[in-house]
């Protein structure tokens, strides 16, 4: 695990980094500067680039990482980088003649919401600009090198988004001009990740397809659809919202949203890393190696993770207490956001597992009925229930994918992440959750959160570390204190 921890633990402060600053724009900047129906419009812009992305970049970035290290030849592993990148563009070309034929009929679905109909042709480029991204981020990490390619994923454009809300406030800028300048830190991106993944494994065209290219073109098809399930879980609700509620309440949603996600770090920041190493295990048949990793890295994800879960809910009356009135949200919401992204870690590296073998398409075919159900779910509960109808939907269509992913890794691989040591976490985490939600701090909202969150981080690592809930983090946190 030396590796991993290294490049986790360096991706984990870098995407945290980034979280911070987007945390500064979505709870402060944003609210503050922007009326909800614009910031409603951003998220959904965004929302809806993510829903469309993967069939841009075709599974390519996941193809790469999978096969590259499997050949032996320099030719195959040429001609597949040269696919990496032809690839993408050939499907941008067709979605984007496609789009300008039924142009008409696309803006009529927006018919009821005109604040969104100037910039839909936005979504393309903003998708077109991530698929890319993310060929070239997987690109470098085929030498294992992931930080900066996580930097410019988490960091760059949060960062340039700050510095564009300044500019709004002080009037330098309009709403429309902020978009564009948005959708152009996307495009400059991509470019600088596309010079730092040439510069470590620099390109040697090659007009030809890999002897094994049926297997390549089907896994990536196959994964496009796991993108397409996996971006629909994730994005549908708030493109849903937008259909059925007012687009405010699209930005109100998206705050909770956020809040959660940064549950999701330790996990985001671990998977650029044990995905090429998982790939590498799955090809060389090192199962016993790979054992070791789902479990450790499920124990070492949810120790991390559950801290993080405390923070969120036993804060977050206080954090929206910081918050301008009109986005206020239900505690309820939060709560079942959050445990979503709990449950994502307890995961361990199982998603590089199943998309690495040769068990994908069963875990395709689920998630194509997570997502017809998940459909079916916010088209019910949302007119009934506004927002929290899409809470339910969401947490209810992510239970049963990540069960169902767990279920597939055990009866193929006779492996499953959980253990004693897993029950023990989420006890210490339950006791805890309850004890400090309960506690009162009546102070002032800010100081509450660092009071609260200083004391509570302060037990919870003496808990971990007297427990031994994970050696990994033992060990890290005696590194640290024997400095």
Known sequence: ????LDQSFKN??????GFAIGAINVLILYPHFFE???YGLITYLLSASTLVWPIMGFGVHNTIIKFYTSYKSEEDKNALLTLAILLPLGVGVVIGIISYIFQQQILNYFDSNT???PYVWLILIIAIAVAYFEVFFAWSKLKLKSVFGNFMKEVFHRLCVTIFLILFYYDMIDVSLFIYLLTGVYVVRTLIIKLYAFWLLPPKIRFQLPQNKIQVFKYSFLILIAGSIATALLDLDKVMIEHYLPIEKVSVYGIAVYIASVIAVPSRAMHQITLPITAQYLNHKEFDKLKDLYQKSSINLLVVSGLIFL???TNVQDLYALIPAEYQIEFSIIVLLSLNKLY????GNSNS????SDYYQMVLFSGIIIVILAILLNISL?????IYGAAVATFIAFALYNTIKLGIVYWKFKMQPITLGTFKILGFVAVLGAVFYLIPFKINPLIDILLRSSILGLIYLAGTYYFKFSTDINQLIKKILNR
């Open 311 to 313: 923070l969120i809910v």
């Open 36 to 38: 909800p129906k614009y």
């Open 12 to 17: 984990m402060v870098v995407t945290y980094i």
């Open 1 to 4: 695990m030396g590796i991993i």
């Open 353 to 356: 597992i199943l998309f690495n």
């Open 382 to 386: 949302i007119p009934l229930y506004g």
């Open 344 to 347: 994502d870690n307890l995961l």
């Open 115 to 117: 604040l969104v109909r």
